[in-house]
Nanobody, 126 residues
Framework: QVQLEESGGGSVQSGGSLRLSCTAS????????QAWFRQAPGKEREGVAS???????HYGNSVNGRFTISRDDSKSTLFLEMTNLKPEDTGTYYC????????????????????WGRGTQVTVSS
C-alpha cells in the first residue's frame, strides 16, 4: 500500500507563507482524489483542500483565496501553498488520498480518504 509523508510545516508569524508537500512512496501515483486536512488541538479534523485527478480543486471556506492545492503526479507529490496565514490556521496538517473515487464536485469527508500521512505541524503566531 502506498505511504504518504508530509513535509514543509513550521512556525511563522501571522501574514506569512508556507508550502507543504506530501510525497507518496508508490510509483506510479495516480490516486483520483488527493486532499489536505488539518486538526487543531481540541477540535475535529477539517477538510482544507482537495484536488481531483482532472484538476478540479475545492477549498474550505476559511482558507479559500489564501491556500492553493496542486499535484504533480509525475513526482508523486501533492502540494499546499499557504499564504496570508492566520493564528487560526495553526494545527497538524495531513495529506490523504482516495485511490479510486472522485472528489470532482467538492471536498470529501475525511471518512472517504483511505490512506493518510502522519502529519506536519503548522504554527502561526500573532
Amino acid at each position: 500500500q502506498v505511504q504518504l509523508e508530509e513535509s514543509g510545516g513550521g512556525s511563522v508569524q501571522s501574514g506569512g507563507s508556507l508550502r507543504l508537500s506530501c510525497t507518496a512512496s508508490k510509483d506510479p501515483y495516480n490516486a483520483r482524489c488527493q486532499a489536505w486536512f488539518r486538526q487543531a488541538p481540541g477540535k475535529e479534523r477539517e477538510g482544507v483542500a482537495s484536488i481531483n485527478s482532472d484538476g478540479a480543486a475545492h477549498y474550505g471556506n476559511s482558507v479559500n483565496g489564501r491556500f492553493t492545492i496542486s499535484r504533480d503526479d509525475s513526482k508523486s507529490t501533492l502540494f499546499l501553498e499557504m499564504t496570508n496565514l492566520k493564528p487560526e490556521d495553526t494545527g497538524t496538517y495531513y495529506c490523504a488520498i482516495d485511490p479510486r473515487r472522485s472528489c470532482q464536485f467538492g471536498l470529501p469527508p475525511s471518512s472517504r480518504l483511505s490512506v493518510w500521512g502522519r502529519g506536519t505541524q503548522v504554527t502561526v503566531s500573532s
